[in-house]
């Protein structure tokens, strides 16, 4: 399993756009990236997945460069409620089970 | 996007006694469920990986006799926390993943469950 490194905490203020790389040095061929976000006492809960290039959702953005040994969370105006812990996990799909390892995840603070 | 149930949401228990948590999909099927615990201010770890009609697989350094995982049906999956003592209070956490061949892979995870032994 590919083991990500993020930063362990940031800070912004409110409609700013935050960006949080996480890096992933032995992603594997078959390997996805998925970004959670977790607040205090609640499961996580999906933000974006992506394989490669650019993935834009509702919520955010992922920007995964050629090599894939990095990845980049692009959450854009952010707001009070955007405070949480963000997590990038990679993992092996499809197929089998999807066994991910959680890292250190990064405590985004947002600031008024 | 699919939901996850648990429950309890918190319990309060004795030392020595034992605890039940359900964790359930509620619309679909997850022949797959993970069980995780996260200390304050830490990262989830997980524990063990259940799959539905055959053991579960626990991760190095998770006791199988004392963290009890069974997932009788396609919907439900449960942990057992036998003799529980106060280093087993935890956030504990399961999560059902999506059926393979979507487009989207995603582990829809559940509200969580708060243990405390007193």
């Known amino acids: 399993l590919a083991k990500t490194t993020q930063p362990i905490s940031m800070d912004s203020y409110e409609g700013q756009e935050v960006n949080i790389t996480c890096s992933h040095n032995?992603?594997?061929?078959?390997?996805?990236i998925t970004w959670y976000q977790q607040f205090p006492s609640q499961g996580p809960r999906f933000i974006i997945q992506?394989?490669?290039t650019k993935v834009t959702n509702e919520v955010a953005s992922l920007f995964i460069p050629a090599d894939r040994k990095s990845s980049t969370l692009s959450l854009p105006r952010v707001s009070l409620s955007d405070t949480a812990v963000y997590y990038c996990?990679?993992?092996?799909?499809?197929?089998?089970?999807?066994?991910?390892?959680f890292g250190t995840g990064t405590k985004l603070q947002v600031i008024p | 996007g699919a939901v996850v149930s648990q429950h309890p949401s918190r319990v309060i228990c004795k030392s020595g006694t034992s605890v039940k948590i359900e964790c359930r999909s509620l619309?679909?099927?997850?022949?797959?469920m993970f069980w995780y615990r996260q200390f304050p201010k830490q990262s989830l770890m997980l524990m063990a990986t259940?799959?539905?009609?055959?053991?579960?697989?626990?991760e190095q350094g998770v006791e199988k006799d004392k963290f009890l995982i069974n997932h009788a049906s396609l919907t439900l999956s449960t942990l057992t926390v036998t003799s529980a003592h106060p280093e087993d209070s935890s956030f504990y956490i399961c999560?059902?993943?999506?059926?393979?061949?979507?487009?989207?892979?995603?582990?829809?995870f559940g509200p969580g469950t708060r243990l405390t032994v007193l």
């Open positions: 999560s059902a993943r999506s059926s393979p061949g979507q487009e989207i892979n995603e582990q829809f």
């Open positions: 259940s799959n539905e009609g055959s053991k579960a697989t626990y």
């Open positions: 996990l990679v993992g092996d799909i499809p197929g089998g089970y999807q066994k991910v390892t």
């Open positions: 992506g394989y490669k």
């Open positions: 032995n992603i594997a061929t078959n390997d996805y």
């Open positions: 619309d679909f099927q997850a022949t797959t």
